[in-house]
């Protein structure tokens, strides 16, 4: 039912456009083109003013052939760098990049499946209800495109986001909450040869603040970690600041606080204990998200990965999505698995069989939300 080679081809042409955070334009360009072919109503919201972008959110709408509660799909087009000049190449099944990139499956290969699943339902005049898509920008600085998506012109009451690892099947229904936190440690500059003994070496005092934290795994829900440490202007100068960027997640909102609160008590003590001052930023990223089992989204799901053989597997994330913002603002959604590999990394990766698996799972929901008609309560 899924054209392989329609979708490949789709695939290898929308990693090929290079669409790094708040670069993507041409993305949207090529996108508005695509789906306006296909009979969607397309319009791109003012997301770009307020977070500096090259151009907003895509919103699209497609009238549906019957009576059905409205479904949202969603997937980023923005990538991580190094992002531009992809070269895809395909060899025995697997689709990476020429090895100097990212290849863009995340979430390009999202925003493929869907693309294919549409166009399989109106060639075939499958029953479908009204569809609404969202292709996001910035979604990996901070899930900025979602956070400042145009809300009221979506209907949809329940939301499928395809940005997850995991094979087709993989329904992703809970994630952490994140705190960003900066924090600048100051001391007091001086000569490193003549005169030491008359600063403060704002690394050192750093330092001791790092050594006293717990970090990485803390425990089954929670982790923390420090990614970024700048700070001095030369080897014979005693360090007068530095700068520490570092994040905390948890599933438990509790726990998250509590792990973003002894970070900053171990940098104040340590500011105390050597006479100076550290200044602390922290900032809740997304909060968590939780759709229990029964959530007609997840129920639905479930249904859909059965009918076309694929085993449903629901599961928790460390990782963050444009889904934790969908459900901040009422919509029930999840973040479905479409198999990307080492993303993030020059050696990502996507084998075709996983891809055309992501498409008929799409196709697949969509059909299930039709036959149900009134938001999949019956069962």
């Known amino acids: 039912m899924i054209n392989k080679e329609r979708l490949v081809a789709e695939f290898m042409e929308l990693v090929q456009v290079g669409s790094e955070s708040g670069r993507e334009g041409r993305m949207a360009a090529l996108l508005k083109e695509k789906l306006a072919a296909l009979g969607f109503g397309v319009t791109i919201d003012e997301a770009a003013k307020e977070i500096g972008t090259e151009t907003g959110n895509i919103i699209a709408k497609l009238k549906g052939n ?41 979430d390009k290969a999202g925003i493929a499946a869907i693309l294919e699943a549409v166009r399989v339902l109106k060639e075939q005049e499958i029953p479908y209800g009204d569809l609404e898509l969202v292709f996001t ?39 952490p909450s994140q705190d960003k936190i900066v924090a600048e440690m100051f001391g007091r500059a001086a000569h490193a040869g003549i005169n030491p003994e008359d600063g403060i070496n704002a690394i050192q005092v750093a330092s001791r603040a790092v050594a006293a934290m717990a970090l990485g795994r803390i425990d089954e829900e ?66 968590a998200m939780f759709v229990p089992e029964s959530e007609p989204v997840v129920r639905l799901a479930q249904k859909a990965a059965v009918k076309i053989g694929l085993k449903p597997e629901i599961k928790s994330t460390g990782g963050g999505s444009d889904t934790h913002i969908l459900n901040q603002h009422g919509i029930p959604s999840v973040n479905l698995g479409i198999a990307m590999k080492k993303v993030h990394t020059t050696e990502e990766y996507i084998a075709v069989e996983d891809l055309v698996k992501d498409a008929e799972y799409v196709l697949a929901i969509i059909k299930e939300a039709a036959e149900k008609g009134l938001l999949c309560d019956q069962d």
């Open 66 to 106: 019957v009576e059905a509660q409205p479904v949202l799909f969603c997937a980023h087009m923005d990538t991580v760098t190094p992002g531009m000049g992809i070269k895809p190449v395909e060899e025995s099944g697997i689709i990476r990049s020429a090895g100097d990139t990212v290849l863009g499956s995340d």
């Open 137 to 175: 920008v910035c979604e990996e600085t901070g899930l900025s495109g979602a956070k400042a998506l145009d809300y009221s012109r979506l209907t949809a009451k329940m939301g499928f986001v395809l940005d997850s690892d995991g094979q087709a099947g993989t329904i992703v229904n809970q994630g």
């Open 222 to 287: 929670t982790t923390a970690n420090l990614g970024i440490i700048t700070g001095g202007k030369a080897v014979n100068i005693v360090p007068d600041r530095v700068t520490l960027q570092g994040e905390t997640r948890s599933l438990n909102e509790q726990k998250r606080i509590n792990q973003t609160g002894a970070i900053c008590d171990a940098l104040e003590k340590a500011a105390r204990d050597a006479g100076t001052k550290v200044q602390i930023n922290v900032e809740t990223i997304y909060p």
